[in-house]
């Protein structure tokens, strides 16, 4: 059975002296993995937000949270999701 967690916030350090922050909408796990969704309004531009969800995946598995299976955004305005 999976596990669902909401609103799980990650801090990371990039080289020395950068800190990036953000907030994860949804980790939810299944049988194979982890799977991270970040929602978003407005345009539907996946490629935009590539950098973050890949950030994120960085940022959960470095944290010892479990493999990452996929990353996706749900496109709220046009009820869609896309994995990346």
Same mark, same amino acid.
């Given at each position: 059975?999976?596990?669902?967690?909401?609103?799980? %916030?990650? /801090?990371?350090?990039? !080289? #020395?002296?950068? *800190? /990036? %922050?953000?907030?994860? $909408?949804? #980790?939810? =796990?299944?049988?194979?993995?982890?799977?991270? #969704? $970040? !929602?978003?309004?407005?345009?539907?531009?996946?490629?935009? !937000?590539?950098?973050? *969800?890949?950030?994120?995946?960085?940022?959960? =598995?470095?944290?010892?949270?479990? =493999?990452?299976? /996929?990353?996706?955004?749900?496109?709220?305005?046009?009820?869609?999701?896309?994995?990346?």
């Amino acid at each position: 059975m999976g596990s669902a967690i909401g609103f799980y %916030s990650v /801090e990371r350090v990039i !080289y #020395v002296d950068t *800190l /990036e %922050s953000g907030v994860m $909408d949804l #980790v939810f =796990e299944e049988d194979d993995g982890w799977v991270i #969704v $970040d !929602y978003k309004t407005g345009g539907k531009d996946p490629d935009r !937000y590539r950098p973050q *969800l890949e950030a994120y995946k960085e940022a959960w =598995e470095a944290m010892g949270c479990g =493999e990452v299976k /996929e990353v996706g955004i749900y496109f709220v305005d046009h009820e869609e999701y896309v994995a990346l």
